[in-house]
């Protein structure tokens, strides 16, 4: 049953708290910890047939929010750009470094300086 | 009972989605079109205390889904951000039109595409 599990973590990040409590534990070891729903069973005292049910239910609020609000589209690559945009601005800094021109170095300043407000 | 609308628009652009039809076209017209709830009520061919209780469950729908999933807080200021860092890296390609150093030219293309695919 398992879906795939990049797609669930960044689903679980983004609207995980609209879980309850009993809903976040059993799908966070599902998916973040990877134990089987046997193993989850044990831990939790409770029905493999159990666990199952309560982690299908949670995939199912975490895919209807998504289908609904898309900010897991929207926004689940931005990190990875935001990091980009910073490593070319240290470049060009260090082409800089040699240059020595004034106003290139405090603009690249204030595009890293934006960039990591952004990351933080 | 408005509340502070630029703030309730932002809610709604983010999680409109979440809402019934009816809900989405009530909270519209009172924080997005400006109507007031007796307009509104003749509009709807609803009582004025209904358009009322909709809007305020709508807010609330809205607001409880932003303290669990904190959306907003962490997205809000990243379009000004981002078109902040596109100027930065704008000015940087000015002064290197007289510098002509190729590798800064190529660094500051590539943060500018980045940005735009960013804010598309």
New interface residues.
């Given amino acids: 049953m398992k879906s795939d599990t990049f797609h669930m973590s960044m689903l679980f990040d983004?609207?995980g708290?609209?879980l309850t409590d009993k809903q976040k534990e059993l799908f966070d070891l599902y998916y973040n910890e990877d134990l089987s729903l046997s193993e989850i069973a044990e831990h939790a005292e409770i029905s493999r047939q159990g666990v199952r049910d309560a982690i299908m239910r949670a995939e199912s609020i975490l895919r209807d929010?998504e289908d609904?609000?898309?900010?897991v589209k929207k926004?689940s690559g931005?990190e990875n750009?935001?990091i980009?945009?910073r490593e070319?601005?240290s470049?060009?800094a260090g082409?800089?470094s040699g240059?020595r021109?004034y106003?290139?170095a405090k603009?690249?300043d204030?595009?890293i300086s934006?960039?990591d407000?952004?990351l933080k």
């Fill in positions: 983004f609207y708290e609209l929010t609904k609000v898309g900010l926004y931005y750009k935001l980009r945009i070319e601005a470049y060009i082409v800089n240059l021109n106003e290139i603009h690249v204030s595009i934006t960039v407000e952004l």
